[in-house]
């Protein structure tokens, strides 16, 4: 079993729809980062989290260290959207753990 | 600022040559990451430096691999001899204090080919 597991693998969703990815964990973390990647593979990073809850305009991120589980939430989504997410924590041991990533597509 | 600059972008080379993927960090980021991307393992950390120092290079795969920063504005990824099985994506991301403490900045990727 991953050390970090990420759901669903795939979405897909029409423009407008509210979206949640979500990352479990099994392993004691000092952060929580959610990473994007487009199509054309560059990488970005939306959030780091240790507690509670971000925002960056259409994007919300929240984590629940006791229940070791953190959700990307995207409103009024856009086709712009459509990306790979990755969730990545870092162990207490300092080893960065990555999720296999959720596949987004946003239909127009 | 630029953001983190790597170079080549991409890199085709035969089985046996030297391959030396380059990364400059953001300026004022003390903290540089190593990552390589395949299809097969998705995205995987290989070494991280701390104010120039390594400070965990647990997921370099093989004594082939090699990675150095002798300053702060220039890091290096070393594979010596290359192999078909090192063709991937490699990213390098730079932060300010040790990731965990704010997001990271990642370069465009090297697209590396071992034929």
């Known amino acids: 079993k991953n050390e970090v597991e990420q759901s669903p693998q795939n979405l897909t969703a029409q423009e407008g729809e509210f979206i949640t990815i979500n990352c479990s964990y099994s392993v004691g973390i000092s952060a929580l980062h959610w990473l994007q990647q487009h199509p054309g593979g560059g990488i970005v990073s939306l959030f780091m989290?240790?507690?509670g809850k971000k925002k960056h305009g259409r994007l919300i991120a929240t984590i629940n260290i006791q229940e070791k589980h953190s959700s990307l939430h995207i409103t009024a989504s856009h086709p712009r959207d459509s990306a790979v997410y990755i969730c990545?924590?870092?162990?207490?041991?300092?080893?960065?753990?990555f999720g296999k990533g959720t596949r987004l597509h946003i239909l127009p | 600022d630029a953001g983190v600059i790597q170079s080549p972008r991409h890199e085709v080379t035969e089985m046996g040559q030297e391959v030396t993927l380059r990364c400059k960090p953001i300026s004022g980021h003390n903290s540089l990451f190593w990552y390589r991307q395949t299809m097969m393992r998705g995205l995987e950390l290989l070494i991280y430096?701390?104010?120039?120092?390594?400070?965990?290079d647990s997921g370099m795969p093989e004594d082939r691999f090699s990675a150095k920063m002798p300053n702060a504005s220039f890091s290096t990824l070393k594979i010596q001899p290359s192999e078909p099985r090192d063709s991937a994506v490699y990213f390098c991301?730079?932060?300010?204090?040790?990731?965990?403490?704010?997001?990271?900045?990642f370069g465009q990727g090297t697209r590396l080919t071992v034929v």
């Open positions: 430096f701390n104010n120039n120092v390594p400070i965990d």
């Open positions: 990545a924590v870092r162990g207490g041991d300092d080893k960065i753990i």
């Open positions: 989290l240790s507690s």
């Open positions: 991301a730079s932060s300010p204090p040790i990731w965990g403490g704010t997001e990271a900045f």
